[in-house]
C-alpha cells in the first residue's frame, strides 16, 4: 500500500481524494493513481499537502511508502 500514513491520516480528518487535487493542481484520477498504482508526488506537492492540511506532521510520515519500511 502506497503512502499508508497519508490515507490514515486523511480517514481521521476526513480529507478525501479531491482536497488532494485541489491543492496539488492534480485530477482526481491522477491523486488516486499516485496513492495506489504508480506515480508520485512532487516535492513542492508533498510540502503543499503537508502545510495545508497536515501542519503538524512530517513529510517523512506522510508519504513514507510501505516498500520505505525495512
Do not use: W
Not at 488532494?20 to 513542492?44: C, D, P, Q, W, Y
Amino acid at each position: 500500500m502506497r503512502y499508508k500514513n497519508l490515507k490514515v491520516e486523511m480517514v481521521i480528518r476526513g480529507y478525501t481524494i479531491n482536497d488532494l487535487a485541489r491543492i496539488t493542481g492534480k485530477s482526481r484520477n491522477a491523486i488516486s493513481k499516485n496513492m495506489n498504482v504508480a506515480g508520485s508526488f512532487t516535492v513542492e506537492q508533498a510540502i503543499a499537502i503537508k502545510k495545508e492540511l497536515f501542519p503538524e506532521l512530517t513529510i517523512d510520515y506522510l508519504f513514507a511508502r510501505a516498500d520505505d519500511v525495512a
